[in-house]
């Protein structure tokens, strides 16, 4: 008769107020049989009951109040491309060769309407209205319908590509029902929030869901600014724009993005932090334009695989591989090779966080940015510039009728085309130049026989043909693929 096995079995336990007392068994099997005999008694003194789990009152979240400050602050927009006349050249038959000029005839066609709907959200009394820019891009007729069916004509204040948010406004007598804007930096992952849409004019519905993730980067903005909340609460085609909201019933979001192989719902949906929109509307609504203040530096998101490349000491943080010439980078002097950590004490994990934290900027604010260089942290001061290169403020002002900003080469760029001046199209929207065919980087080099060397070279040349009789800009300049083209702007059409 021997011991085949000796093991401490689960523990028993008798809690009081003062102490617990822990009874430990001991297991010993003999001749096949089990044998369970008591070892041993252990009092531990104790401030409260131990190891009980007192019954806690279940909580739930309550979001009913948050729907219902929010539905009547979002609205549903229709925006319409009316119908226009084009004259097309047809392609040359055999009767052209032998009746005409052998180039084809020339044919009138009329295209169909285009309608998109999307939604909106008020956030002023006055009605101010925030969307997302794809839903009224090229939109002339935008109407707006609140969620009592009353409908206005919506007209565009400003819109910006690069964030996808746009600003329109509608005249009413009495006071809207705005929605509070709360700061998005605060979300929390798992936080519930709701998607507030009012896609199909059937007044507006509301989805649920947690906040999954935050500084997103898609890649759908072509180079624009992508810091998403991504969150599981549906968003369906029509609710770009909508709102997300938290539960307080404050705006934390423009419902922009949705991603599927479908284009329906799928499990998550992507909406633009108010930490950028609240900069974006304020300056649409000052300037007509986005104050877009510029690092001056090109890189990406440090990954563990350039990590051990480079051996960065670090797989956080801005990886920096190129610096823009006479940027606030240079001047400051961040080097090809550092990694960006921080700006103004806010750690930086990635491009889409460090580009959102930017966007808060005007041209013209210092910032501290602290680099990682060879494994050591360094601060330095940098004074964010614009797309210009400089800080004065980007105006329309005169440009606003050809819908596009503008930007002066450097030298770069200068020397990749084998030009000595010109003026690069940074963007074009609803106005002149997209009615003439000019598109985004074109670099303009004379305008009416007049180089190009500045932004001031551009508005005296406006200024100059609207006080002309013919009121026609005759612009030279090359492609981006470095052809020479020339257009014919007409400053008086209607």
Do not use: C
Request: aromatic share 6%; no cysteine; proline share 3%.
């Amino acid at each position: 008769m021997g011991i085949k096995n000796l093991f401490f079995g689960t523990a028993v336990v008798v809690a009081s107020a003062a102490v617990a007392s822990i009874t430990t068994y001991k297991v010993i099997e003999r001749n096949n049989k089990v044998e369970i005999t008591e070892t041993k008694t252990i009092g531990l003194p104790i401030q409260q009951a131990a190891f009980t789990q007192p019954s806690m009152p279940q909580q739930y979240i309550d979001l009913t109040d948050a729907a219902d400050k929010s539905i009547h602050a979002v609205v549903h927009i229709k925006s319409t491309q009316n119908s226009k006349t084009q004259t097309i050249r047809r392609a040359p038959d055999i009767y052209d060769f032998f009746f005409g000029d052998g180039m084809g005839r020339q044919q009138e066609i009329r295209t169909q309407p285009r309608v998109g709907f999307g939604s909106g959200v008020i956030l002023t009394e006055d009605g101010y209205i925030v969307t997302n820019h794809h839903v009224i891009d090229n939109a002339d007729v935008i109407d707006v319908t609140l969620n009592d069916n009353r409908s206005f004509k919506g007209r565009l204040i400003g819109s910006d590509e690069n964030t996808d948010l746009a600003l329109i406004k509608i005249e009413v007598d009495e006071k809207l029902p705005a929605l509070p804007v709360g700061n998005s930096d605060d979300l929390k992952i798992g936080e519930w929030v709701l998607a507030v849409g009012n896609p199909f004019n059937l007044t507006s519905t509301v989805t649920a869901g947690i906040v999954s993730a935050k500084a997103r980067t898609l890649g759908v903005y072509n180079g624009g600014i992508e810091s998403f909340i991504q969150t599981d609460a549906a968003i369906n085609q029509g609710n770009s724009g909508g709102a997300l909201v938290n539960a307080k019933g404050e705006l934390v979001g423009i419902n922009s993005v949705l991603t599927s192989p479908t284009g329906s719902y799928a499990g998550y949906g992507f909406a633009i932090p108010t930490s950028i929109m609240t900069k974006v509307v304020n300056d649409l609504k000052e300037y007509g334009t986005v104050q877009r203040a510029i690092l001056g530096i090109m890189g990406g998101t440090v990954t563990s695989e350039l990590a051990e490349e480079k051996d960065l000491g670090t797989v956080d943080g801005v990886y920096v591989s190129e610096v823009m010439a006479d940027g606030g980078a240079q001047e400051a002097g961040i080097e090809v090779g550092d990694v960006i950590i921080a700006v103004d004490g806010t750690k930086i994990k990635n491009m889409a966080q460090m580009q959102e934290v930017f966007t808060k900027h005007q041209p013209g604010d210092k910032v501290k940015i602290t680099v990682l260089r060879k494994k050591k942290e360094k601060e330095l001061d940098v004074v964010l510039k614009n797309v210009q290169g400089n800080t004065n403020v980007v105006k329309n002002a005169d440009l606003d009728m050809l819908g596009a900003t503008f930007k002066e080469l450097d030298e770069k760029e200068l020397r990749l085309y084998k030009i000595s001046y010109g003026l690069k199209v940074l963007d074009v929207s609803k106005g002149r130049f997209a009615d003439a065919g000019i598109k985004k980087g074109f670099i303009i080099q004379k305008v009416n026989n007049t180089p190009m060397k500045s932004i001031d070279d551009i508005q005296k040349a406006i200024k100059q043909a609207n006080a002309s009789s013919d009121q026609v800009l005759f612009i030279a300049g090359v492609t981006p693929s470095g052809k020479r083209a020339y257009y014919s702007v007409d400053l008086s059409q209607e």
